[in-house]
Structure formats: C-alpha cells, structure tokens
C-alpha cells in the first residue's frame, strides 16, 4: 500500500535532527545533491529539498511534545519540540541518519559519526523549512473542510536544532572515526546501539519566532478555528498557547476521518483539555495515540474559538473525586513539586467550557499551576514549612461558585537523609516526620535513568526517625535517586523522585572454575597441545563481563561467554616455543565500570604413557648377533616416547 503524506500538527516541528530518518525517496534528494567539499571534516555543506514531506513520514518516536506559542501579532510563533527515541527504535533513527550520507566518506557504514551528527545540525533548518505544516488558522463561522493545510510554514533562519545522546560520549564500543577526511576529534558508534536518545527543536538565537501564517484580521477577536491534520501520529502531546485575549475559550471540537474502506475511524481521539495561565492566556492540549500501521485512515481535528460569552454559563461544580474540605495536600519541600496527574485533577471539577483550578493562599510566595500535560504542581517558597489555601474551580470567563471553595493544607511532609552500605547491596532511608500528619505509610525505591530497584516493605513513619533500608538490586554503580510514595488518612496520595546525593558502588564480578570428571579444571584434547576449561561468572551489580587470561607469560582473551557460563579453548604453543612446561593460569574478569577479580588456576600437565623397561639381552646373543624381536620393540618405543617429548617441545 502506498503511504501518503501525512502530517501532524507540529509535528513537522521536530522534522528536527532527523531530517533524514527518513524513507528512501527523502535520502535520494539528499543523495542527489551537490556537495560543495567532500575534504572537509564536517559535512555540512550539504543542499536539501525537503518538500511534500511531513514528519511522519520520516521519523518514529516513543514519545513526543510539541508547543506552539501564538505570539501576540498573531500572525508569528514560536515552537518547541522535544522527542524521545528508546531502545530499539533508537538503533533506527541512527541507522538512517548514517544512511543519509550514502556516498560520502564515512556515511552509511554502519557508524554513526560527530561529524554526521555536525551536518544534521546544519542542514535540518533548511528541510524544516521545505517541510508542510498540514496546519491551518482561519476567522470566520465553524468549518470541517476547506482549510489550506499549508497556512502555517516554517521560518528556516528561526529554527535551532539540538540531541542528546545521538552518538552516546563515553560508549565502550566508540572509536575514532577512519574515514578520510574526518575532523580531528571525530568519533563514531555502531548505529545498531540503542542507548535512549533525545531531539529538540527550538528558536534560534537572536530570533523571536520560528513559524508564520496569514495574520487573523480580527487577531483572535472573532471567531477562528485552528484545523490539524493528525494521521499516523502516535504517542504524543500538543500544546497550544494563545495571547491573552479577554474570553477566549474553546468552544466545539471533532475529528473528521476519510471512512476507509479498512472500517477504521478516528473516534479514539478524545477532545483536548485546556487551561488558562496566571496571567489570563488560553492553553489548549491535545493528547494524541494513533496506530501509524493505518495507512489509508485520514484524521483531520478542528477546534472551534470564540470570545463571545455564552448565552448561558454555569458555574464549575466539585465532583465526587475532589479533596473533601480539610484534606491534607503533602509536599517534599521547599521548590515546585506534581501532586496530582492531569487524569485525575481535571475531574475533580465539571464545566461544559472548562475549568481551572483557582487557590486564595494565607501566606505569601505559595501557588498552584499546570503543566502543559495539565498535571498540577505546587510551589513552596524558601524557608515556608506548610500553609491553607481557599481552592475553587474557576471557568474561562471567570465564574465561580464563591460559597463553595474548599479549605486544604499544603506542606513538607518529612525529611529524608540517607547512606549506602559497603558492600553496595542496599541503601538506609533515614525519614522523619514533620508532623504534618500524625502517621503515614511510606515506601522507597531506588530509580537510575528510568531502571528501578528492587522493591521493599512499607514502613509505618510517626513521630520518632524511621530508617528503611531500599534495595540496590539492578541498579548499576555510580549516582541514583529515589521514587518514593506515602499515605495517610485524610491525604492526598504523595508520589516524588528525590536526590541525595548518593552513589552505587562497584562490586567486582565473580569468577569460578569447574573441574572435570577427574577433578581436574582442565581437560586435554587428543592431542595435547591444548586444553579446555568452563565455569561461571557474574556481576553483582548485573554488568557486562569481559575474561581474560595468562599464561607462560602470555595474554589470551580467546573467552566464550554466555550468561553466567563461560568456556576457553587454550593453546599451549607459547609455552612450548619457550621450553616452559608450568601450564598453570590466572584468570581475570573485568565489569564495564572496570572493577576486575583474578582467579589463579593450576593446570595438570598433559598425561604421557608409561614407557616398557628395556630388556636385558641374554649372552648367548652378544656378540654378533641381531636385536632380538624384543629389542627391536624396545627400541620402538622409545624412539616414539622421543618423538612425543619432542613434539611438545616445538
């Protein structure tokens, strides 16, 4: 089936560093331009034509988010992208982007370079800017239809590229890049490694707005409707910010789909969520799941503004789910903390035009804002321990019920002070209560870039210190934090990640040897020239492994390891080339954070067949007679026992 070109929203926006994860027909417009200088270290002399693609069509994701800020002359914005690319979709975005560069030196070997990485930095503004947007504004009554797609494009000189972790510093399998032509410092990972990655796309400097369209005449005072094309786009959050225009709500959303013949709809899209910020401006998100297999489904969203005050608007009103008066709402301290997901905090209220929350505090410097995903946060100023706040849900155009605000307690719930052990298997929580609450329940684990420890008991916290112990299992050495939770009666569910400072650290791995069915650790082929040995290793903080050994003098790191079991062939021609015949080794095995253990070895020589004893001659033979037949058999024998210490000598 042929793919169309869809495009989501802002979703070109990200088109980002990875112009070029792309699909063969983007490469081939990239193959096919001119290169200025091919001697130069960095590619980034490149032409591009990015036209009649989208991003959709060149780039996969775990998940993104895209801002848009409409800027106050409402015809310029600025944008701001933020990509996730994980494990195994990571190896792709590195493999295209090697590929972009088919045909000069150093792309599309399986590598992917600082120097490729330089020019896609370089060369991404220019194919953000070919791009379409498939993102319309216009005044005027509601539509579904009609919109050109096109309205909104992409200022090349207003847009900045960056990435984290696309060519990972430090990776154990990196090297300099051998290419000819490369720049000093270039260097270069295979493009099959799946370290997590990030890209971002953002206003360049010195430059107010990154995206333009036709300005609204009326400049958002009449009605609009904003129109997105979101086909294929999967996993992701759009955000939409608007200048502060007194009554501006959203007030009608759908999504129109091209009824295929597959029988596939767009009625899993659900309607946006918004907000206003602090000072009065409108912020609408829309969160995003599509099944990017589905081809031929068309999704396009329209959502339908005004400033006009409805002919009858009623007041927000508590639901079942919201904080009772007199809820306590716990804190880890001072600075600006989630107390509640975006899921749950939007229905602890209802209004048919939408709602936010609205906290009259008794002291100074405390707030309740969103996020653009909508989660709830509140910021607890310097040197304030917990304070009340009168929360009411406000509408769009300010109304509320003032008789029916609800009474909650903000504030630092404990304090947290902690160690490691020596041995690095678990750390000591040490937690003690503020009194915010007589009792909570409180549990803790052990979290290192998104991989969590072992899980441990909750523990009962009141007025004296109580010490957890959090274990480090799965957790590698070096810097780690904490995901901890808390409960109590009459409180609101508490859930943070927080920092102490304190590190893992490194155990070296474990290494044994098996013996055989003779009790001995090795055993000799056939030839007695080399030995076979096997056993176990393994690293308590479940790090790769690397083996090696000596012997006679000499380095050998011809190890098979797989999982916990390892075996090694070993040849002896070094020792016999020297006249040693001490067989014995040192095994060494290395973690990746180079913590290493040596395991001396003794290695039974090789076994040599007893040799006959020579028979004594009788004297009727001496004189002149011939060897006898048993002499002769002698004499064979030991001319091949010679033979045999000979070979073990070359």
């Given at each position: 089936m042929t793919r169309r070109l869809s495009a989501p929203l802002l979703s070109l926006l990200i088109t980002l560093v990875l112009l070029g994860v792309t699909s063969s027909p983007v490469l081939t417009a990239f193959n096919d331009a001119p290169v200025v200088s091919s001697t130069e270290g960095r590619q980034d002399s490149l032409d591009v034509d990015c036209s009649g693609y989208t991003f959709e069509d060149l780039f996969e994701y775990d998940f993104a988010l895209f801002e848009l800020n409409v800027l106050d002359d409402w015809a310029t914005g600025d944008m701001f992208a933020n990509a996730w690319v994980n494990g195994s979709n990571s190896p792709i975005v590195r493999d295209n982007l090697d590929g972009l560069f088919e045909g000069l030196p150093g792309g599309d070997n399986d590598w992917i370079s600082t120097d490729e990485r330089d020019a896609v930095r370089s060369i991404g503004p220019k194919c953000i800017a070919d791009m379409e947007t498939r993102l319309g504004m216009r005044e005027g009554i509601p539509h579904s239809g009609g919109v050109d797609w096109n309205d909104f494009e992409f200022v090349e000189d207003g847009i900045a590229l960056d990435e984290v972790n696309l060519v990972p510093?430090?990776?154990?399998?990196?090297?300099?890049?051998?290419?000819?032509?490369?720049?000093?410092?270039?260097?270069?990972?295979?493009?099959?490694?799946?370290?997590?990655?990030?890209?971002?796309?953002?206003?360049?400097?010195?430059?107010?707005?990154?995206?333009?369209?036709?300005?609204?005449?009326?400049?958002?005072?009449?009605?609009?409707?904003?129109?997105?094309?979101?086909?294929?786009?999967?996993?992701?959050?759009?955000?939409?910010?608007?200048?502060?225009?007194?009554?501006?709500?959203?007030?009608?959303?759908?999504?129109?789909?091209?009824?295929?013949?597959?029988?596939?709809?767009?009625?899993?899209?659900?309607?946006?969520?918004?907000?206003?910020?602090?000072?009065?401006?409108?912020?609408?998100?829309?969160?995003?799941?599509?099944?990017?297999?589905?081809?031929?489904?068309?999704?396009?969203?329209?959502?339908?503004?005004?400033?006009?005050?409805?002919?009858?608007?009623?007041?927000?009103?508590?639901?079942?789910?919201?904080?009772?008066?007199?809820?306590?709402?716990?804190?880890?301290?001072?600075?600006?903390?989630?107390?509640?997901?975006?899921?749950?905090?939007?229905?602890?209220?209802?209004?048919?035009?939408?709602?936010?929350?609205?906290?009259?505090?008794?002291?100074?410097?405390?707030?309740?804002?969103?996020?653009?995903?909508?989660?709830?946060?509140?910021?607890?100023?310097?040197?304030?321990?917990?304070?009340?706040?009168?929360?009411?849900?406000?509408?769009?155009?300010?109304?509320?019920?003032?008789?029916?605000?609800?009474?909650?307690?903000?504030?630092?719930?404990?304090?947290?002070?902690?160690?490691?052990?020596?041995?690095?298997?678990?750390?000591?929580?040490?937690?003690?209560?503020?009194?915010l609450v007589n009792e909570f329940l409180f549990s803790a684990r052990a979290i290192q870039n998104g991989q969590l420890g072992g899980a441990g008991e909750p523990v009962a916290v009141a007025s004296e210190p109580t010490m957890t112990a959090v274990s480090l299992q799965s957790i590698r050495?070096?810097?780690?934090?904490?995901?901890?939770?808390?409960?109590?009666?009459?409180?609101?569910?508490?859930?943070?990640?927080?920092?102490?400072?304190?590190?893992?650290?490194?155990?070296?791995?474990?290494?044994?040897?098996?013996?055989?069915?003779?009790?001995?650790?090795?055993?000799?082929?056939?030839s007695q020239l080399k030995f076979e040995m096997y056993g176990l290793v393994s690293d308590p903080d479940l790090e790769a492994v690397t083996m090696s050994l000596t012997i006679c003098g000499a380095d050998y790191q011809g190890f098979s390891i797989d999982g916990i079991n390892w075996v090694v062939e070993v040849s002896t021609a070094i020792c016999l080339a020297n006249g040693l015949t001490d067989y014995n080794v040192v095994i060494t095995a290395v973690d990746e954070s180079g913590a290493s253990t040596q395991l001396a070895v003794g290695i039974p020589s090789p076994l040599v067949e007893d040799i006959a004893p020579v028979a004594t001659p009788d004297a009727e033979d001496e004189g002149g007679a011939l060897p006898s037949i048993s002499l002769l058999a002698t004499m064979t024998m030991l001319g091949a026992a010679l033979m045999l210490q000979r070979r073990r000598l070359e």
């Open positions: 510093e430090g990776h154990p399998d990196a090297r300099s890049c051998i290419n000819i032509g490369a720049a000093a410092d270039c260097e270069e990972v295979p493009t099959s490694t799946t370290d997590d990655m990030e890209i971002s796309l953002f206003v360049a400097d010195d430059q107010n707005n990154n995206v333009r369209w036709d300005q609204l005449p009326n400049s958002g005072v009449s009605n609009f409707t904003l129109a997105m094309n979101i086909s294929n786009m999967s996993n992701a959050a759009l955000v939409v910010t608007f200048p502060v225009l007194q009554g501006l709500r959203i007030y009608d959303f759908r999504v129109v789909d091209n009824q295929p013949e597959s029988g596939e709809t767009c009625d899993n899209i659900g309607e946006p969520s918004f907000s206003y910020l602090p000072d009065g401006a409108l912020r609408v998100t829309q969160l995003v799941d599509f099944d990017r297999t589905q081809w031929d489904l068309f999704c396009n969203m329209f959502m339908d503004f005004t400033t006009k005050e409805p002919e009858i608007n009623d007041v927000p009103v508590w639901t079942d789910s919201a904080p009772a008066n007199g809820t306590i709402i716990p804190t880890s301290g001072v600075g600006t903390w989630q107390f509640v997901e975006a899921t749950t905090g939007n229905a602890w209220a209802s209004d048919e035009n939408g709602w936010s929350l609205q906290c009259e505090f008794a002291d100074a410097g405390w707030s309740v804002t969103t996020n653009v995903l909508g989660d709830f946060y509140i910021t607890q100023p310097e040197g304030a321990t917990q304070t009340s706040a009168n929360c009411t849900p406000v509408d769009p155009l300010g109304a509320m019920d003032e008789n029916d605000s609800r009474t909650w307690t903000f504030g630092t719930l404990y304090t947290a002070d902690g160690t490691v052990d020596d041995d690095g298997k678990n750390a000591r929580l040490t937690i003690t209560s503020t009194g050495p070096g810097a780690f934090t904490f995901a901890v939770s808390a409960e109590a009666s009459n409180m609101l569910l508490h859930e943070a990640e927080f920092s102490l400072g304190l590190t893992k650290p490194n155990s070296p791995p474990t290494v044994s040897v098996a013996v055989n069915f003779d009790g001995e650790n090795a055993t000799w082929d056939e």
